[in-house]
T-cell receptor, first 116, second 119 residues
Framework: AQKITQTQPGMFVQEKEAVTLDCTYD???????LFWYKQPSSGEMIFLIY??????QNATEGRYSLNFQKARKSANLVISASQLGDSAMYFC?????????????FGSGTRLSIRP | GAVVSQHPSWVICKSGTSVKIECRSL??????MFWYRQFPKQSLMLMAT?????????EQGVEKDKFLINHASLTLSTLTVTSAHPEDSSFYIC???????????????FGSGTQLSVL
């Protein structure tokens, strides 16, 4: 069985500071993928970053980086130099296996609020 | 980037009626689409996996006769909520994976969601 855990229901961060959103996962698959999505109040889901289980380097996408610690089964999202527009819900997600039909499950989410 | 169009964005209906939600991949082919349901301030719960040309795979606890899924082409999947009741009121969101990407790294592209309110 697969499971994604996000233990931070909400976080407040000062603008321009860095923030780390926690995510741990559990899976019996040897190959899997980890994702982070952002959901603003409009409801759309915005892809942020992807990490494959066999990728040796941590993924980075602009101000977003994924701190992948495979042995600990954690995939924390780091946002550098936070901006007011970063205020949103953030979901960690996982796909077990590399099949195109492999489903993706989501964590419970973290609501990030950036203070000016 | 790839675009997924979901229609309608909002729907209000009377109890007992059926509602159809469409999900289209606009510039790529999607053999697999996923339907999620999201309650306010909660996570996305996978309802079913929609496979082009075959029956959908439903998650445990999701009534297949209530939530009918049809994936007739590589660019269109529909979710029909049959005989809707107030407890079916929720945010429904579809997603599709582009088949052209490196296997394992494909992003899920999401529709903008449909807010269903059943009176």
């Amino acid at each position: 069985a697969q499971k994604i855990t996000q233990t931070q229901p909400g976080m407040f961060v000062q603008e321009k500071e860095a923030v780390t959103l926690d995510c741990t996962y559990d899976t019996s698959d040897q190959s899997y993928g980890l994702f982070w999505y952002k959901q603003p109040s409009s409801g759309e889901m915005i892809f942020l970053i992807y990490q494959g289980s066999y990728d040796e380097q941590n993924a980075t996408e602009g101000r977003y980086s994924l701190n992948f610690q495979k042995a600990r089964k954690s995939a924390n999202l780091v946002i550098s130099a936070s901006q007011l527009g970063d205020s949103a819900m953030y979901f960690c997600a996982m796909r077990g296996g590399y099949s195109s039909a492999s489903k993706i499950i989501f964590g419970s989410g973290t609501r990030l609020s950036i203070r000016p | 980037g790839a675009v997924v169009s979901q229609h309608p964005s909002w729907v209000i209906c009377k109890s007992g009626t059926s509602v159809k939600i469409e999900c289209r991949s606009l510039d790529f082919q999607a053999t697999t689409m996923f339907w999620y349901r999201q309650f306010p301030k909660q996570s996305l719960m996978l309802m079913a996996t929609s496979n082009e040309g075959s029956k959908a795979t439903y998650e445990q606890g999701v009534e297949k006769d209530k939530f009918l899924i049809n994936h007739a082409s590589l660019t269109l999947s529909t979710l029909t909520v049959t005989s809707a009741h107030p407890e079916d009121s929720s945010f429904y969101i579809c997603s599709a994976r582009s088949t052209g990407s490196r296997v394992g790294s494909e992003k899920l592209f999401f529709g903008s969601g449909t807010q269903l309110s059943v009176l």
